[in-house]
């Protein structure tokens, strides 16, 4: 048979993607009478809301209608998960950006217009807008996470060697291609069609039903694709959902709601800064003995996803280590400036940074090479291998992991190369890392891990299937339809998957948490595999052989000698009254998790991977380039190399950005004056590492019961990327001359060179006291 599973197959919409003709939300013909909205956005931080004048709006020719959170007929409230989110700003705005009222007109550039001429009076409020000062008055979203295992201060204490410290770790603006978009559509009843570029399409059905007032079942929402992302769209792509289906409501004409470049990056909430705080002791070969570690999250002003997000950093904080006496606590500050949300990672990213550079520390410290400091507290099979949850992990593939790195990357040799080269050049500066990463698969929320699939053989053989999971450019599409193919042994050109819709596979969770894969391609091959039964009953009489012997591959059906095509073997069971339509649902098992305790089983199974970066640093300027990563990663069994390899390239260059170079910034007054390309930098082309060598886990099935023993692939391979700003840190304590180096992320040139030159100062502080 000619497996469909586990092969290089492009994208689906590939072509579509290189020709422009994959077609989005704005790209959708649009129905006849549409108006278009626009957004009135506070300018103030913190303010009590006096008075909304909407008139001078509303005289505007064009302008159909304008409405504030009092207009609003059902539920204002569209928290996902802790009650405080209403979808237009009620009585109070809690930060620079917040919509406060929303027009609709018959064109763009007039609501745009009568948008600007909305009329509010505040009265302003104090205003947190830092970390450190929600910490301080203990403004907290949540009440904080704590894991706990043995006695930290009393092992900190104990230890041979002891070190204190704290870190800054920025966000990040998810900046997918399409931003924010949804067209609303009125339809007969009091019913809603929603067109909408959510990750989350039963979140946005229920809140837009909320608002509205009406039943879930009186929304449907449609979404074929959206142009990236990368859990921006997880949550917030709701409230913008409800401001265009309450127009389309107050109107009754369908309404396009879509943010321009500035307006999405203000409004829309980003991936969380953290301050880190921590107190660790280690012997002399850097092996930890007791770790406390504080994470805390900015969350913004509201809870959004933070507590789960805040969770996930906790979880992570271990990293690739095991911690024998350990404290963490993780906070989810409130401040006011826009509530923080889902990205890439969920947190996971941030509590394992945080760790390796505390790992990093320990190795400078000792004045020992970081990796020998990382082998010393790797997780072990046997024994050392039980988390800060008490989750025990089975399936630990580092070290041999380790070694095929350390030989592919030949890191020994390049790591005495880089001394005798920086040994040799005074204002230029090499530096390399390598790290690991760890990463538990599963939603923390345990009731989130369930999918469905619709799936359909129509009497020609031809199969279409309808899953929970939304594609955003990852290839999950792709994914599903070959694993319904190998299930059904049919070629995949017979496969079509269309686009999700709520009204036809309810309640779904959204496609985030690296789990799209994993449960709906388990959903969907449930489905396929009902069907094939079916099929077999129909086939077996007719091949003269008991159903089941019968074989379903290469488009045939099989058994005792004899075979006929899946084509007509489909045929007859129609003929024969034969149902071939299947549901399919699929649930993670042996998961679960008792916060009370901070105990249990979050993770399913964990995806792993290393990577060694390496850099060169003008000591000048700052300015540095990657020169060369060494990157492996598992995939398990891959479902599909060329996307998985896609997934792993691109996760670790956006993380590169969010630990290099996209930097956020707010002034004094709570506003993003970071908020276009022109002021914000990400990744291009040009800050690939000039030499890039990716590769695969080959050999490795997953241990656990996953689709065709595959691992998720979407969100691990980001942290790869923390090798890369560590290998900045080794060429500054280069430039420097010392090991004491400080490094916030992002690393920009501009933090890298003022990191040289305070690890200068520093390294020249005691020799200046000691001459006094």
């Excluded at 809301?49 to 159909?64: Q, T, Y």
């Excluded at 819709?501 to 388990?522: C, E, F």
């Excluded at 996307?643 to 956020?664: A, C, N, R, S």
């Excluded at 908020?675 to 656990?704: C, M, Q």
């Amino acid at each position: 048979m000619t497996s469909v599973v586990h092969k290089p197959i492009r994208h689906d919409s590939a072509a579509k993607h290189v020709a422009g003709t994959a077609r989005y939300i704005d790209d959708l013909p649009e129905p006849e009478g549409l108006l278009h909205a626009a957004l009135c956005l506070s300018d103030r931080a913190h303010a009590k809301i006096l008075s909304i004048d909407l008139s001078a709006a509303l005289a505007l020719p064009g302008v159909a209608a304008a409405i504030t959170v009092q207009d609003v007929p059902g539920d204002p409230d569209i928290a996902p998960v802790i009650k405080g989110e209403p979808v237009l700003a009620k009585g109070v705005v809690e930060f620079h950006g917040q919509p406060v009222a929303a027009i609709a007109a018959t064109d763009l550039a007039t609501a745009r217009r009568a948008a600007r001429l909305v009329r509010v009076t505040y009265e302003d409020l104090p205003a947190i807008l830092s970390i450190e000062e929600a910490l301080d008055k203990q403004s907290l979203l949540m009440p904080p996470l704590g894991l706990k295992r043995g006695d930290a201060a009393g092992a900190i204490a104990r230890a041979p060697h002891k070190l204190s410290g704290e870190l800054r770790l920025g966000g990040q603006d998810h900046f997918y291609l399409e931003g924010q978009v949804s067209i609303a559509e009125p339809r007969e009843d009091g019913d809603m069609m929603m067109r909408c570029s959510t990750q989350h399409p039963s979140e946005v059905q229920k809140l837009v039903a909320r608002v509205l007032g009406r039943p879930m079942h009186a929304v449907t929402v449609e979404c074929r694709r959206m142009g990236g992302g990368f859990g921006g769209k997880e949550t917030q792509a709701a409230q913008f959902a409800c401001i265009a289906a309450l127009l389309a409501l107050r109107t009754g004409r369908p309404v396009k709601l879509r943010l321009d470049r500035d307006e999405d990056m203000i409004t829309t909430g980003k991936r969380h800064d953290f301050l880190v705080r921590y107190d660790v002791g280690f012997d002399d070969a850097g092996r930890i003995l007791g770790y406390d570690l504080m994470l805390a999250a900015r969350g913004g002003w509201a809870a959004d996803l933070t507590g789960a997000i805040v969770d996930r950093a906790v979880f992570h904080a271990d990293s690739s280590y095991y911690l024998p006496d350990v404290t963490i606590t993780g906070y989810g500050c409130k401040t006011n400036t826009v509530s923080n949300t889902a990205f890439r990672g969920f947190g996971g990213p941030q509590g394992m940074a945080a760790t390796e550079y505390v790992i990093d520390e320990i190795a400078r410290h000792l004045d020992r090479d970081p990796l020998e400091v990382r082998l010393a507290n790797l997780y072990g099979r046997d024994d050392r291998n039980v988390t800060p949850y008490f989750q025990t992990i089975r399936d630990n593939i580092l070290p041999e992991l380790f070694d095929e790195i350390l030989a592919s990357s030949d890191y020994k040799k390049r790591r005495q190369e880089i001394d005798t080269f920086n040994a040799q050049s005074p204002h230029v500066k090499k530096g390399l890392a390598i790290t690991p990463v760890k990463f538990g698969i599963s939603f923390t929320t345990t009731f989130l891990n369930q999918a469905g699939a619709l799936v359909l053989i129509y009497e020609d053989g031809s199969v279409q299937i309808n899953h929970g999971g939304t594609e955003m450019g990852q290839g999950l599409y792709v994914k599903v339809a070959q694993v319904v193919a190998e299930t059904l042994g049919v070629a995949l050109d017979k496969i079509r998957i269309t686009a999700t819709r709520t009204d036809k596979v309810p309640n779904t969770s959204a496609t985030a948490a690296s789990s799209g894969a994993d449960l709906n391609g388990k959903a969907a091959e449930h489905a396929a595999l009902d069907l094939r039964g079916r099929l077999a009953q129909v086939a077996a009489p007719l091949l003269g052989v008991p159903a089941e012997q019968i074989v379903f591959r290469d488009d045939m059906v099989s058994g005792g000698g004899k075979a006929l095509p899946f084509a007509e073997v489909a045929h007859k069971a129609w003929l024969a009254r034969v149902s071939l339509a299947a549901s399919g649902f699929y649930a993670t098992p042996d998961i679960h998790f008792d916060r009370a305790s901070g105990r249990g089983n979050p993770f399913y199974y964990f995806a792993y991977g290393v990577a060694a970066t390496e850099a060169i640093v003008d000591c000048f300027t700052g300015e540095y380039r990657f020169t060369r990563a060494d990157l492996l990663h598992d995939c398990g069994n891959s479902l599909n190399p060329a996307i998985d390899l896609g997934q792993v390239e691109g996760g670790y260059v956006q993380g590169l950005g969010w630990l290099t170079m996209e930097e956020l910034w707010w002034d004094d007054r709570g506003r993003l004056r970071t908020h276009a390309p022109s002021t914000y930098k990400i990744p291009t082309a040009r800050d690939l590492p000039a030499d890039f060598r990716v590769k695969l886990v080959h050999g490795r099935a997953n241990p656990a019961q996953t689709v065709y023993r595959s691992k998720a692939v979407g969100e691990p391979p980001f942290m790869l990327a923390i090798s890369g700003w560590l290998a900045l840190k080794d060429a500054i304590a280069a430039a420097a001359g010392t090991s004491l180096v400080h490094l916030d992320a992002p690393a920009t040139p501009e933090r890298v060179l003022l990191a040289i030159e305070a690890a200068k100062r520093q390294a020249k502080a005691p020799t200046t006291m000691a001459a006094k």
